[in-house]
Structure formats: C-alpha cells, structure tokens
C-alpha cells in the first residue's frame, strides 16, 4: 500500500483543497441547520430562497443547485465524494422545509431537482400575492411596537413587495423621478 491510499483502498491526499465544492467541512453534516425558519409557502419562499442561496455560496456549494458542480462518471473516487457532498446539500435543503412541503420532496436524490421543484411551485406571482403584501403594507401600524421595530416589519414588507413588482432598470433620466415618485408612495 503506498501513501497515497488509504486501508479502505481510496486514494487521499496530503493536502485538502477547502474551494473545492466537494469538500465538505466536518462541522457541515446532515442535520446541520443552515438557515433559521422553514419554507411554508408561497409567502415565505422569497425570502428562504434568498437565505438559502447565501447559505449555500458561503459554504461553496450553490453550484449543486444551479447545476455547475455535476457528477464525474469517470473517477469513481469524485463521483463518490459528489454524492456525498449532494447527499448534504439535499438534507440542508430538505432540513429548512415544513413538514408539509417535506413530504413531496423526501425521495429526491438530487439537490438541483428539489431546489427547480421548489422554484417552480413557490415562485408563483400573481395580483393575489402582491394584493396581499399590499394589504399588509396598509394595514401595518405601530401598535405599541418600538419606532425601530415597526420600522423593520415596514422595510421588509415594501422589499417583497418591490421585489415581485419590479420593473425593468432604467437608466435614463426619467429613473430619478420614477424613484422619487416610488419613495412619495411609500411614505404615504
């Protein structure tokens, strides 16, 4: 047996290459949490969406759900670590799902089609969303809160609300005062 392998007969190596998508530090395991709320909808998806990715990329391993990092069916010895490293990245992803989104996603094998699955059900923007959000938006009061506290619940409402309205970036001079016009609303 030389250095290089292992008593299991796996090639190892000396040094570790820790940007390697791959790599699966020992502290990230399946039932490691990697985001704080779970996905309960249509309501929320945007916003588990958004954590989920920033997640995903601070551990290098968003190319698994954007199908960047793929299965190398040549070298028995990536493929293995690929499908650990899927493995992970499916608890995590199943991990932040309610119970009852949980269930029609259990027996996926592979991160990219769970995290397409998800977006394709959940990333529905229809009048009745954005009408919603805008209710809320109207109907939001201080009601005893703290100014800075209400002033969160606020944000957060018009940064949905702007995110699933959002218009096509304009860079002309009109923007300036398309802008103005969106901040006089807001206040209102």
């Known amino acids: 047996m030389t250095g290089s392998e292992s008593g299991s007969g796996c090639k190892t190596s000396k040094s570790v290459n820790y940007d390697d998508p791959l790599f699966i530090h020992p502290s990230d395991n399946t039932v490691t949490t990697v985001i704080n709320f779970k996905l309960t909808g249509t309501e929320n998806f945007r916003v588990w969406r958004s954590s989920m990715t920033r997640s995903l990329k601070a ?3 968003l190319g698994f759900v954007e199908g960047k990092v793929t299965k190398d069916s040549k070298d028995e010895h ?3 670590k690929w499908g650990r490293a899927n493995v992970v990245v499916c ?3 199943l991990g932040s799902l309610s119970e009852s989104i949980y269930s029609s996603h259990a ?3 592979y991160a ?3 995290w397409d ?3 394709e059900t959940y990333h529905k923007v229809d009048g009745s969303v954005i009408f919603n959000i805008h209710q809320r938006i109207n109907s939001l009061s201080q009601n005893g809160t703290s100014l800075s506290e209400y ?3 606020l944000d957060a409402l018009w940064k949905e609300f702007d995110g ?3 218009l096509t970036e304009c860079t002309c001079e009109v923007a300036a005062t398309f802008n103005d016009h969106s901040k006089l609303m807001k206040l209102m």
Do not use: G, P, V
């Open 59 to 61: 551990r290098n391993e």
């Open 78 to 80: 990536q493929s293995l």
């Open 164 to 166: 699933l309205t959002s």
């Open 112 to 114: 990219k089609d769970i």
């Open 117 to 119: 699955e998800l977006f």
């Open 107 to 109: 027996c996926s094998d």
């Open 91 to 93: 608890s995590w992803i």
């Open 151 to 153: 002033f969160n619940k």
